[in-house]
């Protein structure tokens, strides 16, 4: 079979990082059974606000004549649902301050697919031109779903971070924009805010300072809005909406706010890109699933995405953010470690300076105590230098229920502090 395939079979089908590591993961949970401690998804927890909001509003689709089969029985145009496309840029005029209309919108099966059609529209071979053209990640570490989507030889290049340390347990990253250059083989810029890994937001004016550049090099600027804002807004720092302008790609999804399953992203750009979408979207599946437009149009259209975020997923989030953040501070007392400033999202992010062993084996060493996070190495594709930090990193989910994540914290603790007593030097990853 393998010699059938063509280039972008091999890349699609793997083996892939991503795909070995959410492999792994499955399997972890699957034999860890149900003491297993799964801290290394990206599941958003079943927030109590959510689930009943949207078991509601199945239950009215039920009731409303028509609706129900319209939502199972037709095919959308491949630009998404009309009404909620004008129903979704009302929202985005009334909550942002965006000046979009419905050509600006374009609804694709999920984010994560937004992103591999935008990324595939820009970057790779252009014959007409010859050149290959790369996507640039301002600053890793970066969602490691990003990571195989491009299907193109070496098609990310990453700029390291600048590391604040702003107490002795903390620190944060930002852009450091000496090191980022817009060289021509760039076709757009893409970083994820609220950032899954780091749990970082990126500032209102290195935003502002990226969106300025990609005007001024007439590149693309896209801003995975994931976690962010206006929805579902999983933010701990008062911090604007993305700026936005033609030169600016917004992505969303209805993921976050509890609604993985439907599979729903939007994609908010240049009318040009939105329209090329609607052509990717009738190749890739001819139109998206309706459910999440259908579940969820109303409520852009009444505060209720409003209301839900601000009254039940921020809180739910923010509260289990400080828990599982006061529980890293006791239970690693006295060990050297730094935690990012968790400013948004659903991760810590634990940096260990200097640890004996890598990422990697410490991840494998929790794993076969059943407690799964993820090694933090994964999240630094693109970079072309080396950079020790990335092998002294984990992502930590907390959307478990609390009592398995204090367990899974004490068996984390207590591995970290074993690595620590040992000596020598760091084993290869
Ligand atoms: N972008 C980021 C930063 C994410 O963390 C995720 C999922 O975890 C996605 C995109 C993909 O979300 P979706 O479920 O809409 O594909």
């Known amino acids: ?55 509601g ?31 979704f840029a009302a929202f985005l005029r009334r909550t942002c301050g965006y000046e979009v209309g419905p050509e600006n919108i374009a609804v694709t099966s999920s984010s994560q697919t937004a992103c591999f059609l935008l990324f595939n529209l820009l970057a ?33 290049r990453a700029v390291k971070p600048r590391i604040d340390t702003p107490t002795a347990h903390r620190f944060k990253y930002h852009i450091d924009f000496d090191a980022l250059t817009l060289t021509d083989d760039i076709a757009a810029l893409c970083l994820s805010r ?6 970082n937001v990126v500032g209102d004016d290195e935003l502002a300072r990226l969106a300025d550049l990609a005007v001024e090099h007439d590149r693309l600027l896209i801003v995975d809005n994931a976690y962010g804002l206006p929805f ?22 209805l993921s976050k706010l509890g609604l993985p399953g439907t599979r729903t992203g939007v994609v908010v750009a240049a009318p040009e890109i939105i329209h090329r979408l609607a ?18 149009e109303p409520l852009f259209a009444n505060g209720g995405i409003e209301r839900l975020c601000a009254e039940h997923i921020g809180p739910f989030y923010r509260e289990r953010c400080r828990t599982a953040l006061q529980w890293m501070d006791e239970l690693l007392e006295g060990v050297d470690y730094r935690v990012h400033e968790p400013e948004g999202a659903f991760f810590l992010w634990l940096w260990l300076p200097g640890l004996p062993i890598s990422d990697r084996e410490l991840y494998l060493r929790l794993k076969a105590r059943g407690v799964v996070v993820v090694p ?19 992502r930590i989910s907390y959307g478990q ?29």
Not at 73 to 79: I, N, S, V
């Open 124 to 156: 790779g071979e252009d014959h007409a031109s010859h050149t290959r053209r790369r996507v640039l990640l301002p600053l890793v570490p970066e969602y490691i779903g990003y990571s195989d989507q491009i299907l193109a030889e070496n098609p990310f």
């Open 194 to 199: 609220p950032t899954n890994p780091s749990a």
């Open 401 to 429: 229920p609390l009592e398995k994540l204090r367990r899974g914290f004490e068996i984390l603790a207590d591995e970290i502090r074993r690595a620590r007593s040992e000596t020598g030097h760091r084993r290869a990853p």
């Open 57 to 87: 509003r199945m239950q009215e689709i039920l009731a409303e004549p028509g609706t129900f089969e319209t939502m199972l029985g037709d095919y959308d145009g491949p630009q998404g649902r009309r009404r909620f496309i004008e129903t």
């Open 279 to 296: 052509s990717a979207n009738a190749v890739l599946a001819l139109a998206n699933g309706s459910v999440g437009q259908a579940i969820t």
């Open 1 to 55: 079979m393998k010699s059938t395939l063509s280039d972008n079979g091999r890349r699609l089908s793997g083996p892939t990082g991503i795909h070995q590591l959410m492999h792994d993961l499955g399997a972890a949970l699957e034999s860890g059974g149900p003491d297993a401690v799964m801290m290394g998804g990206g599941n958003p927890a079943h927030v109590p606000g959510a689930d009943a909001l949207w078991r």
């Open 232 to 253: 579902p807004g999983i933010l701990f720092t008062p911090v604007r909406p993305a700026p936005w302008n033609a030169n600016v790609v917004l992505t969303f999804s």
């Open 376 to 394: 933090g190495s994964y999240f630094f594709y693109g970079l072309e230098e080396e950079f020790p930090h990335r092998d002294e990193c984990l």
